[in-house]
């Protein structure tokens, strides 16, 4: 790693990700790493601008949760968008669809587990991603109207939230595994549910920058910049911008054909809303697009980079293969889809997912800090995808299709 680049990394990953830390959207931190994102192109020399696009700001006190005199412990989190409320209410459990679906909850707290609380449920609203499971407790949710939801997360401590959707009017929370048992051991008792919440109307902002080449096709490199609520998002996904600023300052520097567009994402972890914007003023020029890069869960200092290849000719998945083994440490996986590669993949867009096997359990907690970061892993992915650029420059739009 040069000592240019080297510097450069450094100096992203501290102001990202230890100065302005968690970027959840609509928030001021949010802004302030748009901000930031928006100064580093510029001082690149590279034509930047915003889009502008509304979301809902949102904060929490710690929930309580209390029967009679005892309360759950601290491994329990309101869920991100819930409303407030103060209630004191019978519970009634179910742990499947069937359960849910005969249930009688009008004045109750329903207390879900087990499969209908396995993973977390998608937003209603969420424009790509909506399995039938989720569709159906969403709709029966809506059906059965309980005063409150506590929900049961399958972790045993350290519980994520288990909805996060703006459009639910149910308060809820998730409890741990641990928690659960103690509610469960207490149907036959009032629950009282204590939730401090605030909304608002607030602004996100994509930040797209642009290096005009010889020819109007683009190359189009991204990443998301927002996190989860209260994680500094140094993994997820810190990391990839700090490849991303790094990147625009080094092929601003290089001599190409094709246009090269560089997207920093908001919204990538609520709703996909930057998505959505970008495609409400772009998604005519998708069939100009050679190819998009997405850069999502990078950088980890136990990790091995991966690359996969989505909607793809033959000719384009022979280059990465290529490329990979000038790289004795990248490896090739399957393709995956949830992330800001799904709305030029899903579209027809030849696409590479860059991104990491390593730990599980970093992305949207409090601990995925900087120390989880080694900076040769980013300057190792900032190097892969220079090669993969150069490789695609002069290629045609028919060539990396299918």
């Known amino acids: 790693m040069s000592d240019g680049l080297q510097e450069r990394i450094n100096q992203h990953i501290h102001q990202l990700i230890t100065e302005i830390g968690p970027r959840m959207i609509g928030t001021p931190a949010n802004r302030s790493a748009a901000k930031y994102i928006y100064d580093q192109f510029g001082e690149s020399d ?25 309360t759950a412990d601290h491994h329990t989190v309101v869920n991100t968008f819930s409303p407030p409320c103060e209630v004191t209410a019978p519970m009634v459990a179910c742990n499947s669809l069937a359960q849910l679906a005969n249930a009688s909850l009008v ?11 396995k993973q977390p449920i998608a937003p209603k609203g969420h424009p790509f991603y909506m399995p039938e499971h989720h569709r159906r407790i969403n709709e029966l949710l809506d059906a059965k109207r309980p005063s409150a939801a506590i929900l049961v997360s399958p972790r045993f401590v350290d519980p994520l939230p288990i909805i996060e959707d703006w459009d639910i009017v149910i308060p809820s929370v998730t409890v ?8 469960l051991k207490n149907l036959d008792k009032n629950v009282r549910l204590t939730i401090l919440t605030e909304h608002s109307m607030g602004q996100g902002r994509n930040v797209i920058a642009t290096i005009p080449g010889e020819r109007p096709e683009r190359i189009v490199i991204c990443a998301h910049f927002d996190t989860k609520i209260n994680t500094p998002g140094a993994v997820d996904n810190g990391a990839a911008v700090v490849a991303l600023l790094a990147l625009a300052a080094e092929l601003a520097k290089q001599p190409h054909n094709a246009t090269i567009e560089f997207i920093a994402f908001n919204g990538e972890e609520y709703y996909g809303l930057g998505d959505t914007e970008y495609l409400r003023n772009y998604e005519s020029t998708f069939p100009s697009i050679i190819a998009a890069i997405n850069m999502d869960g990078i950088g980890q200092w136990t990790g091995t980079s991966t ?3 989505l909607a793809h000719s ?89």
């Open 46 to 70: 590279i034509a930047v601008k915003l889009q502008r696009f509304d979301c809902v700001t949102w904060s929490a006190e710690p929930p309580i949760i209390a029967i009679g005199e005892e």
């Open 314 to 402: 033959e000719a384009f998945g022979q280059t990465l293969s290529e490329v990979v083994q000038t790289y004795p440490s990248v490896i090739i996986t399957d393709p995956w889809y949830a992330s800001n590669h799904y709305t030029f993949f899903s579209r027809g867009v030849p696409s590479i997912a860059i991104s990491s096997i390593g730990v599980d359990d970093i992305g949207h907690f409090v601990w995925d800090d900087i120390g989880w970061l080694d900076p040769n892993k980013i300057a190792e992915v900032v190097n892969f995808v220079i090669e993969l650029v150069k490789r695609l420059d002069t290629k045609s739009i028919a060539w990396t299709r299918p």
């Open 307 to 309: 690359a996969a290849a």
């Open 107 to 117: 004045g109750k707290i329903v207390l879900l587990y087990g499969d209908l609380t």
């Open 176 to 183: 741990s595994a641990a928690n659960g048992i103690w509610l």
